[in-house]
């Protein structure tokens, strides 16, 4: 069983910065941080493999944001620089039950409990 606990949101002003954290018991493959805004659906922000050498992420957050792990510390983290409006969402970090590495969100099977992120203008 991999239980998840998110870290770091709040409330900042456009163009500021965020680091998101994520502590993982358990055993963790790759991993992903997702984000859903009020009236949307759910979106995959970024993912990254478990040894950390691939990550891939949302066209619209390419070049703003930087996933990492730290597999000593079963932790992963999402860098958020800057930030925009329409990156205000309540952001979660999910983990595959096997090593998938992909943004097929239905194979993400353990959710942590979600951080909110709001940004102003």
Same mark, same amino acid.
């Given at each position: 069983?991999?239980?998840?606990? =998110? ?7 456009? #163009? @500021? !910065? ?7 018991? +358990? %055993? ?14 759910? =979106? ?7 040894? #950390? @050498? !691939? ?7 390419? +070049? %703003? ?57």
């Amino acid at each position: 069983q991999v239980q998840l606990v =998110e870290s770091g949101g709040g409330s900042v002003q456009a #163009g @500021d !910065s965020l680091r998101l954290s994520c502590a993982a018991s +358990g %055993r963790i493959f790759s991993m992903g941080w997702f984000r859903q805004a009020p009236g949307k659906e759910r =979106e995959i922000v970024a993912i990254i493999s478990w040894d #950390g @050498d !691939s990550t891939s992420y949302l066209d619209s957050v390419k +070049g %703003r944001f930087t996933i990492s792990r730290d597999n000593a510390k079963n932790m992963v983290y999402l860098q958020m620089n800057s930030l925009k409006p329409e990156d205000t969402a309540v952001y979660y970090c999910a983990a595959p039950s096997i090593d998938y590495y992909g943004f097929n969100s239905m194979m993400y099977r353990y959710w942590g409990q979600g951080t909110q992120v709001t940004v102003s203008s």
